[in-house]
């Protein structure tokens, strides 16, 4: 880690107070943003902006305050109210920056208030931010890195305190199907403003120069990452919100320990109290079933061959061009192959081994390119501790390599399936159809049969319904559709595929630790 | 490595006459079933058995040589199963292509009017090519900045929290975001941002750029941490701070790798079709005026997942389905490649530095 940040001999030495603004401000410009954000997302979530019109009153004032107060603290470090390590010019890149927000806001501005059509506002937003490149790049730096986002914070606050844009506030730009309206407008800028008065303040709360600017940086991309796992987790949250209720619906501890819940084990159909998606629930078992079935031997197999007894030559090249573009194929695109090669071939209808065939396709390249990962990570010592003591390549790997590739191996599969399992868009084309009122039997369809091929299995000859075919049907069904049955089949949906991938990920964290050690 | 090296003809003349015919029967019993799987299929249960005898046989008589031909032979199929891809797609688009020629990428309209045969392309490139940078201008820049925190910037304890955390939201299946999308975004965006139609290519652009988000981030961050430690550590002895040394030495150092990142996502948004499906609204035509990100099209993917209802038993319009395929899988393929031609250059730049 660099030592530069401690060149100071003792803590205080020529800042005074002015530092503790510079956070303030920060404080309160992240704020205006996660607020904003909040906001936002009730947008979303809720069908009403009733907190709008205080809450404009709230950004306004504060996004008033963080201007007037960067701008003290631009002009304080400017006049040496404090010690800073400023440059002398603030440079190209930060005035560029201040450029194109003058240009936009200036544009926005004209042609907004001008009210003409047409390009009339390019000249002279063109000009503003032509100037405000030169004027912010050749300022000092305490004064260019500052005052230009202070200026934008000012607008924004006075903006939102004269009532400029409320909640019925509403322009459309020409030629594009939509309007910004107040209630979009206001979170929106509140954010914009918000984060950039915080990152000219974070620059100053530092002393500017090298320091500042990497501070500056870092919140930036710590706001970022904070967006990241925020929406993500929000998103994971909001489904479960919508979904567990009738995921849950008459879900009883049941005689004994056991647990009861009828969404899982119920089927579809008239007569059932609570309808549930047991068939739907088994038809992506099998799915995925057949799809190991079908991926594992093959995948393990070729990473065996491609890392063991292949040398590299053309023919490995071909083989990583090959996986290569099976790993990248898009799902649709499995599914029109499935449609093409495998329906006509497996009685001309949607069938299960169509679908399980598809998926194992999908999954191939999943199991081959982590099955040689693993298998490349087990030490060369290994192998010549075996060989040494006589033993043939093939006992080798069957012996040493493959148990010691084996936990890569298995958590390679399990993130695959993770994968797999929620897959629609080939099920559509080749596998999907039947009702949700009955789940395949399988096992008890085999028969034999007097004519080539001698085994048939009219089960898994059958169309089937999956998990996400379900969520899928309830979207297409449209009107007839229940909403909340849809929500709750997501909901399933992904407490299954969260497990698979976290427990994927849990035993390649578990594994990596034991062989780290 | 073998001790020995032999030629094969030598190797086999040592074999015993049993192990030649096994082996034999085998290789005849796995062409035999690739045949008649592709012309009858119900036959091809006799070469199966056969050639499920010859393994048992083999792997009974000498496991390590049946073992070497079954790997082979995986190995094989795996090829074999993309050329099968490649030529039963173009096989079945080839009927649009001759009839609509080039027509069928930059025709004018009606664009697609399964009635008189006709079928263009042109809106649902278009679409796909709007959805594509609306996503990657999201996915891009927040990617990398996250991979550039999670490798660089966190503390350790937060990092094996985050880095778990984005891999597995990676896995949210695209079904649901489709459903939340359609549930939530379309009817919020007519509601609070006025946008005509339900369903525009920007609502569905911004959620294929959070699904895109996920893979950027992960295969970002291999390529960040893979920059070697001493790059960074000479920096530092020069005074860079920690962001300098990040602006400066380790992004360009792991340009390609990020490069690459952004290309997979990008691969990623072209082949993402049911969130698309179930938002968009299926208008065959170009937006009026064309850069209306708000407008409401399709996509190749949507078409196809779309159309396919209304595609069985018409076999221009299955075709013309097929050769929208064809386009995508092409597309993918070059930036796949191109993908993976930036990191072995990467790979093989710092390998020799190490």
Redesign the interface.
């Known amino acids: 880690?660099?030592d530069?940040y401690d060149r100071r001999l003792h803590r205080g030495d020529g800042r005074g107070g002015w530092p503790s603004l510079a956070y303030a401000v920060v404080g309160v410009g992240l704020l205006s943003a996660l607020f904003g954000a909040v906001t936002l997302l009730d947008?979303?979530?809720l069908?009403s902006g009733v907190g709008g019109v205080e809450m404009t009153t709230l950004y306004g004032a504060g996004l008033t305050v963080a201007g007037v107060a960067t701008v003290a603290l631009g002009f304080a470090a400017w006049m040496g109210a404090y010690e800073t390590d400023a440059r002398e010019r603030t440079g190209i890149g930060e005035g560029a920056l201040a450029g194109l927000a003058a240009f936009v806001v200036v544009g926005l501005v004209v042609s907004q208030s001008l009210g003409a059509g047409g390009a009339v506002w390019f000249l002279p937003a063109l000009l503003v931010g032509a100037a405000t490149v030169f004027l912010v790049g050749l300022a000092p730096e305490e004064l260019g890195a500052t005052l230009p986002w202070a200026a934008l914070a000012l607008v924004a606050g006075l903006a939102f305190l004269t009532g400029t844009f409320s909640v019925g506030w509403?322009w459309?730009p020409e030629?594009?199907?939509?309007?910004?309206?107040g209630?979009?407008v206001v979170p929106g800028l509140a954010i914009l403003t918000g984060v950039l008065v915080a990152w000219a303040a974070a620059k100053a709360a530092q002393g500017f120069g090298?320091?500042g600017?990497?501070a500056a940086?870092?919140l930036?991309?710590?706001a970022?990452?904070f967006?990241?796992?925020g929406?993500?987790?929000a998103?994971?949250v909001?489904?479960a919100l919508r979904g567990a209720p009738t995921a849950l619906e008459g879900a009883h501890l049941g005689p004994g320990l056991s647990v009861q819940i009828p969404f899982v084990t119920n089927g579809g159909g008239l007569g059932v109290e609570i309808e549930g998606v047991y068939p739907a629930i088994v038809g992506t078992f099998w799915l995925v079933f057949g799809a190991l079935l079908f991926a594992v031997?093959?995948?393990?197999?070729?990473a065996?061959?491609?890392s063991e007894?292949?040398t590299r030559g053309r023919f490995t090249t071909?083989?990583?061009?090959?996986?290569?573009?099976?790993?990248?194929?898009?799902?649709?695109?499995?599914?029109?192959?499935g449609?093409?090669?495998l329906v006509p071939?497996?009685g001309n209808h949607s069938s299960i081994v169509a679908g399980m065939l598809v998926l194992g396709?999908m999954l191939?390249?999943l199991v081959?390119i982590t099955s040689r990962e693993a298998i490349g990570s087990v030490p060369e010592a290994y192998r010549d501790a075996s060989?040494a003591l006589g033993v043939?390549?093939?006992?080798t790997?069957?012996s040493v390599v493959l148990p010691a590739a084996l936990p890569g191996i298995i958590t390679g599969v399990i993130?695959g399936v993770?994968?797999i399992?929620?897959?629609?868009?080939p099920l559509?084309?080749v596998a999907a159809g039947g009702l949700n009122g009955r789940a395949v039997h399988v096992l008890r369809s085999f028969r034999f049969t007097g004519?080539?091929?001698?085994?048939a299995n009219d089960a898994l000859l059958s169309a089937t319904n999956a998990l996400?075919y379900q969520?899928?049907a309830?979207?297409e069904a449209g009107v007839g559709g229940s909403?909340a049955f849809?929500?709750g089949t997501?909901f399933v949906?992904?407490v299954l595929?969260?497990c698979?991938?976290?427990v994927g990920?849990?035993t390649r964290?578990y594994f990596r630790g034991k062989l780290e050690r | 490595m073998?001790?020995t090296t032999r030629t094969s003809f030598s190797a086999l003349r040592e074999r015993a006459l049993d192990e030649l015919v096994v082996g034999a029967v085998g290789a005849v019993a796995v062409a035999a079933f690739a045949v008649l799987?592709f012309a009858a299929?119900?036959?091809?249960?006799?070469p199966a058995v056969t050639l499920a005898l010859a393994v048992g046989y083999g792997w009974v008589r000498d496991?390590?040589v049946t073992?070497?031909a079954?790997?082979?032979?995986?190995?094989v199929?795996?090829?074999l199963?993309?050329?099968?891809?490649t030529v039963?797609?173009l096989?079945?688009a080839l009927p649009t292509f001759q009839r609509m020629g080039l027509g069928l990428l930059v025709g004018g309209a009606p664009y697609w009017d399964p009635g008189s045969d006709v079928y263009v392309l042109g809106p649902m490139i278009w679409g796909t090519l709007v959805t594509t940078l609306i996503a990657t201008a999201i996915a891009g820049p927040?990617g990398v900045?996250?991979a550039?925190?999670?490798a660089e910037?966190?503390p350790g304890r937060v990092r094996d929290v985050?880095k778990?955390?984005?891999?597995?939201?990676?896995?949210?299946?695209?079904?649901?975001y489709?459903?939340?999308g359609?549930?939530?975004?379309n009817p919020?965006?007519m509601?609070?941002?006025?946008?005509?139609?339900l369903g525009?290519l920007?609502g569905v652009g911004v959620v294929i750029g959070?699904m895109a988000?996920?893979t950027v981030?992960s295969v970002a961050e291999d390529a960040v941490t893979s920059v070697p430690a001493e790059l960074q550590d000479s920096a530092?002895a020069l005074?860079?701070?920690?962001?300098?040394?990040i602006?400066n030495v380790v992004v360009p150092a792991s340009f390609s790798g990020l490069s690459a990142a952004v290309l997979?996502g990008v691969?990623r948004a072209?082949?993402?079709?049911?969130a698309a499906?179930?938002m968009l609204g299926h208008v065959k035509e170009f937006?009026e005026?064309f850069?209306?990100?708000?407008?409401n099209t399709e996509t190749l993917?949507t078409l196809?997942?779309s159309q396919?209802g209304s595609a069985t038993g018409d076999a221009s319009f299955t075709s013309a389905?097929?050769a929208a395929?064809v386009v995508?899988?092409v597309t993918?393929?070059v930036?796949?490649?191109a993908s993976?031609r930036i990191e072995r250059r990467m790979r093989a730049r710092f390998g020799g530095e190490q």
């Open positions: 880690m660099s530069a947008w979303l979530t069908s509403s459309s030629g594009f199907g939509f309007a910004f309206t209630i979009v090298a320091r600017r990497q940086a870092y930036l991309i710590g970022n990452a967006l990241m796992i929406l993500l987790l998103l994971v909001f489904i031997p093959l995948g393990v197999g070729a065996v061959y491609l007894y292949a071909v083989v990583d061009v090959a996986t290569d573009g099976l790993w990248s194929t898009p799902s649709i695109v499995y599914g029109l192959f449609y093409a090669f071939r497996l396709f191939l390249p081959l060989v043939n390549r093939w006992q790997v069957r993130l993770g994968r399992a929620g897959e629609t868009a559509i084309l004519t080539p091929p001698y085994v996400p969520v899928y309830v979207l909403e849809g929500w997501a949906l992904l595929v969260l698979f991938y976290g990920i849990g964290l | 073998s001790i799987f299929p119900r036959y091809a249960v006799f496991q390590a073992a070497r079954l790997t082979l032979l995986a190995t199929s795996t090829v199963i993309l050329g099968l891809i039963y797609l096989v079945k927040l900045a996250g550039i925190f999670i910037i966190a985050v778990p955390a984005v891999e597995m939201l990676a896995g949210i299946p695209s079904i649901v489709g459903f939340i359609f549930n939530l975004i919020a965006m509601d609070y941002l006025e946008v005509s139609t525009s920007f959070v988000l996920p981030v530092l005074g860079a701070t920690d962001w300098q040394t602006r997979l691969g072209i082949g993402e079709t049911m499906t179930v937006p005026p850069y209306n990100v708000f407008g993917t196809i997942a396919y389905l097929f395929g995508l899988f993918v393929l930036l796949s490649v993976w």
